[in-house]
């Protein structure tokens, strides 16, 4: 081997890949990741002298993310559990497999002397960002930066180190979390104006939730893009842009340019939208992720984050609620203390009504869940079934309306818009103008009664409540209060053109009323009134009567002879009787008078 030139240690990187000359204190970094695992009180007062980005060596910083949040959840410290969590994780490559546990555990320190080690890790990293900052200028230089550049470089860099000083890392982060009184009962809540399009409002979680055909992605995407672009959205009125993060592991890239020219997008034309696609971060359920992400908020500057979807950022399992209130801690934590909205869309469980898929918890942290739903042919209800504060519409009911040439989307033609109340009626799932619209697409007639209609909405399997259905068929009679002859045949039985005066109602003639033989009218024994005719069917008030040619008639009066004095054989009724004179014999036919 006399032939190879060995390259000095000082020259090369080591196994871990990091570069030793940079500044570090190895050992105090492995003190501190030993005693940490044993000791919950060494981790706490650690914590308020340092941060995960202090801590230079990958494998100990490892074991600062985990045991945090296993301080978090109070769950027991051992290098042996630590390993269990990373394994979880499937990390274990990052600790050589488990040794690196086993030999940081074994040089332990009391706790009470990790401050001092911590202390040191802290004034070196000082001075690794400093050679670090150095370097980049360095390195700017050789590519040919400006002036400007190089000021701006070192503006960055400053202001990076104080923010870094006004934060901290002893009490002060933590009693910036106290109220202040006066100013907080100064601020009105209710004047809170919400974010363009009524869904959230700043610093809120929300929570998308519907089926893989429902289109979540498209609809957020336009949101979000009026949204950067600072137009206006179902309706509301635009506003000043606002700068947003949207991070996607669910869309294709070719997908994501044609849905966004087909709202309008395009070149200079996506404001302050910030798209990232397929990003390698860490699972967001650790503090891994929720690190990643917050950096990438940070370089965009966002005040709106979008995780679509947000099952492919964790690593726990989807059902064990653990996994969401790690999520919940290491990201969404971070993201609400610092003011961030946040929208997460999420996939529908098998179950449509229990809502989205996983574990109840994943509903437990967010301010609001929205689930969206295809009602067919471009109608779509966004309705909200969990709310934290109750600001806002409860329900949208929209059209997704597009236009294609061939096989694409034409640019600007895609957008969501409000219906009218009319059709919003008739597209809500479960209400009783939709009722009636299916019951109408089954073909049934109007005048269909309860059990036919019932019947019907089970073979087409359309779930419905029963005072929904009754409602459905009361509307679908009434839908015209006169009736007409084919939804209510049995009350028009065919007529003479004409026969009906004008201004007669149908349905308020009165029936001929049939007495058995031998009874009368009028009680016996006194002189009864000479019967008034009914008034035939379609003949209006004082209308002559046509009396049938087979009913016999009073020989004087020549009016209907009924009752007794018909059934015995008599041809006048009794008040027409000569002997009595009721009636003038001047109005007597002179063939009676006789």
């Known amino acids: 081997m006399d032939n190879v030139r060995h390259i000095p240690h000082s020259q090369a990187a080591d196994q871990d890949g990091l570069n030793r000359n940079s500044p570090h204190d190895a050992e105090a970094e492995d003190f501190v990741g030993g005693v940490i695992m044993h000791d919950r009180s060494a981790y706490l007062e650690c914590a308020r002298l340092i941060d995960r980005d202090d801590i230079y060596q990958p494998g100990v910083r490892l074991i600062w993310d985990v045991v945090g949040g296993m301080v978090a959840e109070n769950k027991q ?36 002397m990790a401050p001092a080690f911590a202390e040191r890790i802290a004034d070196v990293a000082k001075i690794r960002r400093h050679d670090e900052h150095a370097t980049r200028v360095k390195a700017s230089i050789l590519t040919g930066a400006t002036a400007e ?86 309706g509301d009125r635009p506003q000043p842009q606002i700068p947003v993060l949207y991070v996607d592991a669910e869309n294709g890239q070719q997908d994501i340019q044609e849905r966004f020219l087909s709202y309008g997008g395009g070149p200079g034309r996506m404001g302050l939208l910030t798209y990232a696609s397929f990003p390698p971060i860490r699972p967001l359920d650790t503090a891994g992720g929720g690190a990643d992400l917050m950096a990438m908020v940070g370089e965009a500057e966002a005040q709106v984050v979008c995780l679509d979807t947000v099952s492919r950022f964790i690593s726990g399992p989807e059902n064990d609620a653990d996994t969401w209130l790690a999520l919940y801690r290491h990201t969404l934590l971070p993201l609400k203390r610092a003011g961030i909205a946040s929208i997460r869309l999420d996939h529908m469980g098998k179950d449509g009504e229990r809502g989205a898929r996983g574990s109840s918890a994943k509903t437990q942290d967010v301010d609001h869940v929205w689930e969206l739903r295809a009602q067919g042919g471009g ?216």
């Open 379 to 594: 109608t779509l209800v966004l309705k909200r079934t969990h709310t934290r504060t109750g600001i806002g519409p409860d329900q949208f009911v929209m059209v997704r309306q597009s236009r294609k040439d061939g096989n694409r989307y034409l640019p600007g033609a895609t957008r969501h818009v409000l219906m009218e109340y009319e059709q919003m009626q008739e597209a809500i799932e479960g209400s009783v103008e939709w009722l009636i619209k299916k019951i109408d697409g089954l073909g049934l007639p109007n005048d269909a009664g309860n059990p036919r209609t019932k019947a019907a909405l089970a073979n087409a399997g359309i779930k419905a409540a029963k005072v929904k259905i009754e409602a459905a068929v009361r509307e679908r009679k009434n839908r015209d209060n006169s009736g007409s002859r084919e939804t209510f045949p049995e009350t028009f039985p065919e007529r003479v053109p004409g026969e009906r005066s004008p201004g007669t109602p149908a349905g308020t003639e009165k029936p001929q009323v049939k007495h058995s033989p031998g009874t009368s009218r009028e009680p016996q024994g006194t002189p009864p009134s000479p019967p008034s005719p009914p008034l035939e069917e379609g003949k209006g008030e004082g209308s002559p009567t046509t009396q049938a040619p087979d009913e016999p008639l009073c020989t004087v009066c020549e009016k209907p002879l009924t009752g007794y004095r018909l059934d015995r054989g008599y041809d006048t009724h009794l008040g027409c009787e000569p002997e009595s004179g009721s009636h003038p014999p001047e109005n007597h036919a002179p063939d009676d008078a006789a």
């Open 149 to 234: 550049d190089l000021e701006k470089l070192d503006a960055d860099f400053r202001q990076y180190e104080e923010r870094r000083s006004t934060l901290g890392h002893g009490p002060s982060h933590l009693t910036g979390a106290f109220v202040d009184w006066d100013p907080f009962f100064a601020t009105d809540f209710g004047q809170i104006k919400l974010l363009p399009g009524q869904l959230l409002a700043p610093g809120q979680q929300i929570t998308v939730v519907g089926d893989g055909k429902a289109g979540k992605s498209l609809l957020v995407q336009e949101w979000l893009w009026r949204m950067a672009t600072g137009q206006s959205f179902l």
């Open 77 to 112: 410290l051992h290098p042996v559990t630590v390993r269990a969590e990373i394994e979880k994780l499937k990390r274990l490559r990052e600790v050589d497999g488990g040794n690196l546990l086993l030999r940081l555990g074994a040089q332990t320190i009391p706790g009470v």
